[in-house]
């Protein structure tokens, strides 16, 4: 009961090696994560985060909205940061979005938000397939 970050911190432990503390040189720099609701991203958009870390001075990239907001779960992150990750777990801290503001991420502002549609309900799917031209599918209801 964790939430997202937990998920973040499993996946930081296996790409940083046995200690993930910044002062150690991790197993990998880095890690995407993406989350699991948003069918509409492609490699455009990874490789944009990905280019942007590369480029970036920072702990963390992230994908912005037109409208300024973030999309926390679709960035990069830097292995070095699970010791950070592992303090917020323990404190209780669970908003992902706070904890990158706090490690210093910079964003990656996209003029089109399609790709970052999060599908959570049957209703965010008929959306999705409306916003894609794809209408209902065989057997669904109107």
């Known amino acids: 009961h964790l939430g997202p970050l937990a998920g973040i911190e499993a996946a930081l432990a296996h790409y940083a090696g046995p200690s993930g503390e910044r002062t150690v040189e991790p197993r990998y720099d880095a ?4 989350a699991c609701d948003m ?8 490789s944009t985060l990905i280019d942007a870390f590369r480029q970036a001075q920072a702990a963390i990239v992230v994908a912005e909205m037109p409208d300024f907001s973030w999309q926390p779960l679709c960035s990069v ?6 010791a950070d990750v592992r ?3 323990d ?13 210093g991420t910079v964003s ?16 965010d799917m008929a959306q999705w397939r409306e916003i894609r031209g794809q209408g209902p599918q065989a057997g669904e209801q109107d």
């Open 39 to 46: 069918p509409g991203i492609t490699a455009r958009e990874i």
């Open 91 to 103: 404190a209780g801290q669970l908003g992902v979005q706070r904890l990158w503001r706090r490690l």
């Open 87 to 89: 303090a917020a777990l």
């Open 108 to 123: 990656v502002r996209f003029a089109d938000d399609r790709p970052f549609f999060n599908v959570n309900t049957p209703e």
């Open 77 to 82: 992150v830097h292995n070095g940061i699970l």
């Open 31 to 34: 890690t995407v994560l993406l």
